[in-house]
């Protein structure tokens, strides 16, 4: 496996575009086949298993408790990237734009995605504002083992617009340690890997779908259920925003913009609706 001189691969090693392996070393690279599905749902059930393993020591280990995000971050990024780079794979090839700091491609794709996922928020995010306060309405109203599945929210929603508390904190955590790792696992390195396989597929408001994009929300929201709070499952439904991004820009920029913004409106939300944080 080829890694950049002076370097001994992994994550902080070797290169992350193909482009650059093959300019450094004169040819073009073979592309590999795809990695088979089955190793895809594999991948995902190691990084779920291990997740669940340190939900279950953090029970009784509070630094573990402290830091469940930061494990799993690290779960979806070093396992794919462990897999791509025994293929001589790079992270480039399953949509991450990324050239160096210094490198105009990677401003003006960060900049296309950041217009991506504003536009998109100017769209979508008054609608869920305004269906979460009907919601969150209701909620008192309904049954209470019913309630309690659905949301874990108690007692009556009094409204007053507050930002999270420890703004700067959240927006660095939602950007650094929840979206861009679940989207490179995610709708990167899954929705990829399965859109290399073949297979059937859907135009949706110019964007091709393959087979793969439901199966990835689907595992998407899934893996959320390692806290065993059964109202996650509606991660479903942000998670086909996330891959529909992801098809219809070609890149992983818009989707991990979108996905911290989506947080960063939920935890406002909850903020303002029942002075959490």
Same mark, same amino acid.
Request: charge should be positive.
């Given at each position: 496996?080829?890694?950049?001189?002076?370097?001994?691969?992994?994550?902080?090693?070797?290169?992350?575009?193909?482009?650059?392996?093959?300019?450094?070393?004169?040819?073009?690279?073979?592309?590999?086949?795809?990695?088979?599905?089955?190793?895809?749902?594999?991948?995902?059930?190691? $990084?779920?298993?291990? !997740? *669940? @393993?340190?939900? +279950?020591?953090? /029970?009784? =280990?509070?630094?573990?408790?402290?830091? #469940?995000?930061?494990?799993?971050?690290?779960?979806?990024?070093?396992?794919?990237?462990?897999?791509?780079?025994?293929?001589?794979?790079?992270?480039?090839?399953?949509?991450?734009?990324?050239?160096?700091?210094?490198?105009?491609?990677?401003?003006?794709?960060?900049?296309?995605?950041?217009?991506?996922?504003?536009?998109?928020?100017?769209?979508?995010?008054?609608?869920?504002?305004?269906?979460?306060?009907?919601?969150?309405?209701?909620?008192?109203?309904?049954?209470?083992?019913?309630?309690?599945?659905?949301?874990?929210?108690?007692?009556?929603?009094?409204?007053?617009?507050? $930002?999270?508390?420890? !703004? *700067? @904190?959240?927006? +660095?955590?939602? /950007?650094? =340690?929840?979206?861009?790792?679940?989207? #490179?696992?995610?709708?990167?390195?899954?929705?990829?890997?399965?859109?290399?396989?073949?297979?059937?597929?859907?135009?949706?408001?110019?964007?091709?779908?393959?087979?793969?994009?439901?199966?990835?929300?689907?595992?998407?929201?899934?893996?959320?259920?390692?806290?065993?709070?059964?109202?996650?499952?509606?991660?479903?439904?942000?998670?086909?925003?996330?891959?529909?991004?992801?098809?219809?820009?070609?890149?992983?920029?818009?989707?991990?913009?979108?996905?911290?913004?989506?947080?960063?409106?939920?935890?406002?939300?909850?903020?303002?609706?029942?002075?959490?944080?």
């Amino acid at each position: 496996m080829y890694h950049a001189p002076g370097t001994q691969g992994g994550v902080g090693g070797g290169v992350l575009t193909r482009s650059a392996v093959t300019c450094e070393l004169g040819r073009v690279l073979p592309t590999p086949p795809p990695i088979a599905p089955r190793r895809l749902v594999a991948t995902w059930g190691i $990084a779920i298993g291990a !997740l *669940a @393993l340190a939900k +279950a020591v953090s /029970l009784g =280990v509070p630094m573990v408790a402290a830091n #469940l995000a930061g494990v799993a971050a690290l779960l979806f990024v070093l396992l794919p990237d462990r897999i791509l780079r025994a293929r001589d794979e790079y992270w480039d090839a399953y949509g991450l734009q990324w050239w160096g700091v210094a490198d105009a491609r990677t401003w003006r794709a960060w900049g296309q995605g950041a217009l991506w996922a504003l536009g998109l928020a100017a769209l979508i995010f008054p609608l869920f504002a305004l269906g979460y306060a009907a919601f969150a309405d209701a909620l008192p109203t309904l049954p209470g083992g019913i309630a309690r599945a659905l949301a874990p929210y108690v007692g009556a929603p009094r409204f007053a617009l507050r $930002a999270p508390p420890e !703004l *700067a @904190l959240r927006v +660095a955590a939602q /950007l650094l =340690v929840v979206a861009l790792p679940e989207e #490179l696992f995610y709708r990167g390195f899954l929705q990829t890997g399965w859109s290399r396989a073949g297979g059937r597929t859907v135009r949706v408001l110019g964007a091709e779908l393959g087979p793969g994009f439901l199966r990835t929300q689907v595992l998407f929201a899934m893996g959320h259920l390692v806290v065993l709070q059964p109202w996650r499952l509606g991660t479903f439904f942000p998670g086909l925003v996330f891959g529909w991004l992801r098809a219809r820009t070609g890149g992983l920029a818009a989707p991990v913009l979108f996905h911290a913004l989506s947080n960063l409106l939920m935890l406002t939300l909850e903020a303002s609706f029942y002075g959490g944080g």
